[in-house]
């Protein structure tokens, strides 16, 4: 029997801060939200956020991302399903349950089991015959798999069909399926996956996604490849937080909501072919929403015509260094777009300028929507003064940017005071020596998101250790207004170096005395 509906619904109503403090934790406010420890990681400070207004719970420093029925099932390791009924107990109100037919849930039990039951005879006998068969064996050589990844990704092979068998396993790490890749070209189609049953659901498979799970949160970083054996070979050579979409180009919305809840960071390595690049294509397009918000980073790492994953390592080529220095997938279309253009073609010229800015428009933040109409502009000059003039102007029509063709205007005096503001924020937060100083002169921001991000980082001083006030600040600004996320986020992460110089407090310190009479004029 499961919980029905309306319990849930209702549970869900609830705040999830009420709930919590039913169950005897201690929550602290801040703002409009409240943080805990975390009972994900090993939490010695309130890093868990807790917001009524989207009930969820969320953890800056590991990711979690859960509701008030997943915290109590944590806090007490107990099931769903008790989890719903303690809470309506503390709530004085009845948990309900549907009426299941009974038969019925045992009859797809039954299916489920035996289908589990097909596939791992199945592996059992691939894995046997690997030994038997020196075919196979010689293709895993050929391809210079070691006997050892051979074992961690139990390898098997299919005789009748001559095959090499990579199986595949699901979030929770239960055998599901399998991919099986011809042994010789002869052989057609080159790779076979399992038929889609209720247990292998290629929209919901990720392959390597269990085992990868710890090296995804401990780089807050994922990579997908293209091909299962890319991923094997990567792990072989070291980058074991590397996966790949099992039969599809993009993540549907669940793979998504697993892999968001380990990193917000992916980098894109696909084959450097026509098909890799559709792929890339495909992947941003179904995230883009994410990306455009701010929520998501993605990276592009373009490797060299005709390579892939796996040929790249292979020839003893630094994956690692690609990956760090992958562009973003912002640089990534300016550049493909760009490198497209022929400064003749005024046609073309034009329909880049509307794909730029039709793309560009739709980044949330303001400053980084600047940064790349910018960028965009300064590239097309270095190619040709008259058309990118042209085109920085029809950018300057649609959005505030500052004048990069003619030269460097100088701010305003609000400009200069806001970014001054931010660096007091910045350096306070990053360089906790000069905290004594910066404190007096916080007295005097003006603007609502550095007042804001002031009176937060007040608050948590209260409750948090000097070291931990930066991954706590974090929690509680990644879930609040997206007015101000948006405006604060530059100084929690830095893109920057922070500057810490005597000169930059003085600066701060002129211009935050000077202009304390004009402050009503100031927005
Ligand atoms: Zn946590």
Redesign the pocket.
């Known amino acids: 029997m499961a919980v029905s509906q309306d319990t849930i619904s209702k549970i869900k109503a609830m705040p999830v801060s009420s709930i919590l403090t039913a169950c005897g934790v201690e929550l602290k406010r801040v703002g409009r939200e409240f943080v805990t420890q975390?009972l994900?990681?090993n939490?010695k400070n309130p890093?868990?956020t807790i917001s009524d207004d989207k009930g969820f719970v969320f953890?800056h420093?590991?990711q979690?991302h859960n509701d008030a029925i997943g915290y109590v099932q944590k806090k007490y390791g107990i099931t769903f399903r008790d989890a719903c009924e303690r809470i309506a107990s503390n709530h004085n109100f009845t948990c309900q349950f549907t009426d299941e037919n009974s038969e019925q849930y045992q009859q797809k039990k039954l299916e489920l089991l035996k289908l589990r039951e097909v596939v791992e005879s199945q592996q059992e006998r691939f894995r046997s015959s690997l030994k038997d068969y020196p075919e196979a064996i010689n293709f895993i050589q050929s391809r210079r798999i070691e006997p050892s990844v051979s074992r961690e990704f139990t390898l098997g092979y299919d005789a009748s069909q001559r095959r090499l068998t990579i199986p595949i396993h699901n979030h929770l790490g239960q055998l599901v399926g399998f991919t099986a890749r011809a042994i010789t070209d002869d052989i057609k189609p080159k790779y076979k996956n399992s038929e889609n049953n209720p247990i292998f659901n290629k929209s919901d498979l990720v392959f390597n996604e269990y085992k990868a799970s710890e090296f995804i949160r401990e780089n807050d970083e994922c990579v997908f490849v293209e091909g299962h054996l890319d991923v094997v070979s990567l792990w072989q050579h070291g980058v074991k937080h590397a996966v790949a979409l099992q039969g599809t180009a993009s993540p549907s919305e669940s793979v998504l909501r697993r892999l968001l809840s380990k990193t917000r960071k992916f980098v894109l390595c696909m084959d450097a072919d026509a098909g890799g690049r559709s792929a890339v294509a495909k992947f941003l397009d179904s995230v883009q929403g994410l990306t455009l918000k701010g929520e998501l980073d993605v990276k592009i790492a373009t490797l060299p015509d005709g390579y892939d994953p796996d040929s790249f390592v292979q020839e003893g080529n630094d994956i690692n260094s690609l990956i760090l220095n992958a562009p973003s997938w912002l640089d990534w279309f300016l550049a493909n777009w760009l490198n497209e253009l022929d400064f003749n073609d005024k046609l073309k010229i034009q329909n880049v300028e509307s794909q730029i800015k039709s793309l560009f428009s739709r980044i949330s933040s303001p400053a980084l929507r600047a940064h790349y109409y910018d960028k965009a502009s300064v590239r097309l000059a270095q190619n040709k003064q008259s058309v990118a003039a042209e085109i920085a102007k029809g950018f300057h029509d649609s959005v505030q940017v500052p004048e990069v063709i003619s030269g460097w205007i100088k701010p305003s005096a609000a400009d200069t005071r806001r970014m001054v503001e931010k660096r007091l924020l910045r350096i306070y937060l990053h360089i906790p020596s000069y905290r004594f100083v910066l404190e007096p002169l916080a007295e005097n921001l003006v603007f609502p998101e550095t007042i804001w991000l002031w009176k937060r980082i007040q608050e948590l001083q209260e409750i948090c250790s000097e070291d931990i006030l930066l991954n706590s600040l974090k929690a509680v600004v990644s879930v609040s207004e997206p007015a101000y996320i948006s405006k604060v986020r530059s100084i929690l992460t830095p893109s920057f170096s922070v500057e810490n110089d005597e000169l930059s407090i003085m600066h701060i310190e002129d211009i935050l005395m000077e202009d304390q009479k004009n402050k009503g004029n100031l927005n």
Do not use: F, I, P
Request: negative net charge; glycine residues 0%; hydrophobic residues 30%.
């Open positions: 975390c994900w990681h939490d890093s868990l953890c420093v590991c979690e």
